[in-house]
């Protein structure tokens, strides 16, 4: 194993900082662990490993949504189930576990 003697040296939002370690912290992983490690990562895939894309579309923040809208939701996912476009919890575990191997 080489050395850990080269520095990186990034300006980050605080609040982003804050909430990483917080989790990190939790693991038992040191920031500079975490960052040998995405950079590792970066090595093996060649590139970033996870997409960097503007997502299609966000989760609805039920938190902020009228009664009204609110409904309209269920309703679409209610919708979504009588059209069989839903996949049943068995079966979601079941490909999280196939997608990464646990």
Do not use: C
Request: aromatic share 6%; proline share 5%.
């Amino acid at each position: 194993m080489a050395a850990k003697s080269a520095n990186v040296y990034a300006r980050i939002e605080p609040d982003v900082k804050e909430q990483a370690e917080a989790i990190l912290a939790v693991l038992g992983i040191p920031s500079s662990n975490a960052i040998n490690m995405f950079y590792k990562q970066i090595i093996l895939n060649k590139g970033i490993p996870f997409d960097v894309k503007i997502p299609s579309s966000r989760p609805v923040d039920v938190t902020e949504l009228s009664k009204s809208d609110l409904n309209t939701e269920l309703e679409k996912g209610y919708a979504d189930m009588e059209a069989g476009r839903t996949k049943s919890a068995k079966q979601v575990f079941s490909d999280i576990r196939r997608d990464y191997n646990i």
